[in-house]
């Protein structure tokens, strides 16, 4: 059986009222479910920003271009940025880069929400493979390939 490694860390102090109040707008404004959905994202950057710091003290040019060509590829980034590009990136950039939140950009569905459901229901494919995880970060190359299936 295969042991899965946990993707977040939970906050060490739960009941900080500011972070409650910052996550709850987050939580509204891309549709989230629960928080922890925000403290994967957390982590994604958190793992990325880690590895710029990295990169930036050992000077290694090769790895350098494979992580900035990630981030533009993904859609983080612009082409041509720097290291110190990747460690300005915020969690608000790698959530807009959802597919629930593209869904409902494109105008595939008028709330966030409701993108939400049509990519659980299995109405939402990119280039015809359907794909149910609103949390799939869409690359810049898929996103035209993004079309709602039925009605």
């Known amino acids: 059986m295969r042991h899965l490694k946990k993707k977040y860390k939970a906050p060490k102090k739960m009941w900080n009222k500011s972070r409650i109040e910052r996550e709850g707008e987050i939580i509204n404004t891309f549709g989230l479910r629960r928080k922890k959905e925000i403290w994967v994202a957390e982590g994604t950057m958190r793992k990325y920003r880690r590895m710029a710091r990295e990169l930036a003290a050992k000077r290694d040019n090769e790895k350098e271009a494979v992580l900035i060509g990630k981030m533009v590829k993904l859609g983080l980034l612009q082409p041509g940025a720097t290291l110190d590009d990747v460690l300005g990136l915020t969690i608000n950039n790698l959530l ?53 299936v039925g009605k």
């Open 96 to 148: 807009s880069r959802r597919l629930q939140t593209i869904v409902h950009k494109k105008g595939l569905a008028n709330t966030v929400k409701q993108a939400r459901q049509y990519i659980v229901h299995g109405l939402v494919t990119i280039s015809g493979k359907k794909v149910v995880y609103p949390s799939y970060v869409v690359a810049v190359d898929e996103e035209e390939k993004i079309q709602k």
